[in-house]
C-alpha cells in the first residue's frame, strides 16, 4: 500500500469507524460488569454491615461504572463528529452516515446510551436499601439522630446530580463538537501586519 493522501484517508476513515464500533460494544459490556459487581457488593454489603456508610462501597462501583460508559459515549461521538465534519462534506460519494446520524431526528424510544434512568434507579435502591440496613440494625439510634443520615444520602443524592448533568452534556455534545471541528477544519487567513 502506498502513502498517497488518498490511501492515509481511507485508513484513517476505516480505523475510526472501527473504533467507533468497537466502543460502542465496549459500552454495553461495561453496562453489564457494572451491573453485576453493585449487585454483587450491594448484597455483601447489606449482609455483612449494617451501617450505612459501608453501602458506599456498591455506590462507588456504581460511580466508576457510569464515569467509564460516560468517557466512552463522549469518545464515540467526537470521533463521530469528526468524522463528519472531516470526511464526508469531500465529495458526493462518501458515505453519509454521520450526515444521517446527526439530521435524524425521529423518537429515541427512550434509549439512552447513558442509561441515565438505570443508573439512577440503582441508586434509588442502594439508598433505600442502606437505610433499610441501618433501620434494621438499629432503628432507636437512628431515630435519635437522623442527621447521621445526611452525609450517606448527599452522596446519593451528588451521583444523581451527576447523571443528570452528563445526560444534558452529552444532549449537547454533538452539535458543539461539529461546530469545533468544522471550525478546526476552516483554514485560517493570516492578517496582514
Known amino acids: 500500500m502506498s502513502d498517497t493522501p488518498d490511501s492515509l484517508h481511507f485508513e484513517e476513515y476505516r480505523a475510526l469507524r472501527s ?9 454495553v459490556i461495561v453496562i453489564a460488569i457494572t451491573f453485576s459487581a453493585w449487585a454483587g457488593a450491594l448484597l455483601a454489603t447489606s449482609a455483612l454491615f449494617t451501617i450505612p456508610l459501608f453501602s458506599l462501597v456498591p455506590l462507588t462501583v456504581l460511580a466508576a461504572g457510569f464515569e467509564a ?32 446520524m446527526t439530521a435524524f431526528a425521529a423518537s429515541s424510544g427512550g434509549v439512552n446510551p447513558l442509561f441515565p434512568a438505570v443508573f439512577i434507579a440503582a441508586t434509588l435502591v442502594n439508598l433505600a436499601l442502606g437505610t433499610l440496613t441501618s433501620l434494621d440494625a438499629g432503628g432507636d439510634a437512628l431515630a435519635r ?6 452525609p450517606y444520602a448527599a452522596l446519593h443524592a451528588g451521583f444523581i446530580i451527576r447523571v443528570v448533568m452528563a445526560g444534558r452534556f452529552a444532549a449537547g455534545q454533538r452539535a458543539a463538537d461539529l461546530r469545533e471541528f468544522e471550525r478546526l477544519r476552516t483554514p485560517r487567513r493570516m492578517d496582514p501586519l
Do not use: D, K
Open 19 to 27: 473504533t467507533i464500533r468497537e466502543r460502542g460494544s465496549l459500552r
Open 69 to 100: 460508559v460516560f468517557a466512552l459515549h463522549v469518545a464515540v461521538e467526537r470521533i463521530g463528529r469528526y468524522i463528519h465534519a472531516h470526511y464526508e462534506p469531500l465529495s458526493a460519494t462518501t458515505a453519509g452516515w454521520e450526515h444521517a
Open 145 to 150: 439522630n437522623p442527621w447521621e443520615m445526611l
